[in-house]
């Protein structure tokens, strides 16, 4: 499931590809993804022909690709996703495609539960897709506020992991994120000490600028083709020895897996 670095990845890689570049036609091979309006692929396609693509931006795990007149296009990766320009004009697709004016394309494909929408520039903060809470990225993510922001009767894996308070993180990267910083998973929020919350929020922008700079997890690929490389410490690691002291990885499985070091998180 694509987290932050993905998406971040995806959009630094379409950026030079697609930016400036103008629609010429959309072809739409699975209608259930178009939510905004409501899988009407044929008023979704005439709202983005001959629209030009002015720029790209990243909210959470959603692209917002900003249009000429005013309006953007919204894409959310959700359960998984893969983006793919082409230099070559598409005849059909199993997902959403664009055919540019210079003969390129851009595809979506291998959708699951991905979502597109259409809206006013002035309307993106009303939309659901769009709701999701502070960019762990963002210079304005203190530990004061981090320490303000999670719910503090929650573990901190979930607190990390709600889409609502902050935006980005999923399965894969809190495990990282609070092995590098040394934090069990099932640590209450109010445990924490204040020496844990500077570390979990420097951990919070490491983790997820090191996923970044690897081009994704190991099994993404970006709109280029070039495979991401980032390498988990303790995720998908169950019986491995700990890259730290050595002790073996574990799994707990409450709803989903959690894989940790019991010997050196605490």
């Known amino acids: 499931m694509p987290e932050l670095p993905e998406a971040e990845v995806a959009r630094k890689s379409l950026t030079p590809c697609v930016a400036g570049k103008t629609i010429r036609e959309v072809l739409v091979g699975r209608r259930q993804s178009i939510r905004t309006p409501l899988q009407d692929d044929v008023t979704f396609a005439l709202a983005l022909r001959r629209r030009t693509i002015k720029s790209i931006e990243r909210q959470?795990?959603?692209?917002?690709f900003h249009l000429d007149d005013g309006s953007a296009l919204i894409f959310h990766f959700k359960l998984g996703a893969s983006?793919?320009?082409?230099?070559?004009r598409l005849a059909d697709t199993g997902g959403v495609a664009l055919n540019f004016t210079d003969g390129s394309s851009l595809e979506f494909a291998d959708l699951a539960l991905s979502e597109f929408h259409v809206a006013a520039s002035e309307d993106l903060a009303r939309l659901p897709v769009l709701k999701e809470g502070a960019d762990p990225l963002s210079r304005s993510l203190t530990a004061a506020k981090l320490r303000k922001l999670l719910p503090k009767n929650r573990q901190i894996k979930a607190a990390l992991t709600d889409q609502e308070t902050i935006g980005g993180i999923g399965n894969t990267y809190s495990d990282e994120i609070l092995w590098n910083a040394r934090i069990s998973p099932f640590r209450k929020v109010s445990d924490l000490t204040g020496a844990q919350w500077d570390e979990l929020t420097r951990q919070i922008?490491?983790?997820?600028?090191e996923g970044i700079r690897d081009g994704g997890e190991?099994?993404?690929?970006?709109?280029?083709?070039?495979?991401?490389c980032y390498h988990t410490r303790v995720h998908k690691r169950e019986g491995e020895p700990c890259p730290r002291?050595?002790?073996?990885?574990?799994?707990?499985k409450k709803g989903r897996k959690t894989f940790w070091c019991p010997q050196c998180q605490v």
Request: glycine share 14%; net charge positive.
């Open 83 to 88: 983006v793919r320009c082409g230099n070559e």
């Open 205 to 209: 922008k490491a983790t997820l600028r």
């Open 245 to 252: 002291d050595g002790h073996p990885i574990e799994m707990v």
């Open 60 to 64: 959470a795990k959603a692209l917002v």
């Open 218 to 228: 190991e099994g993404f690929t970006d709109a280029r083709g070039r495979h991401g």
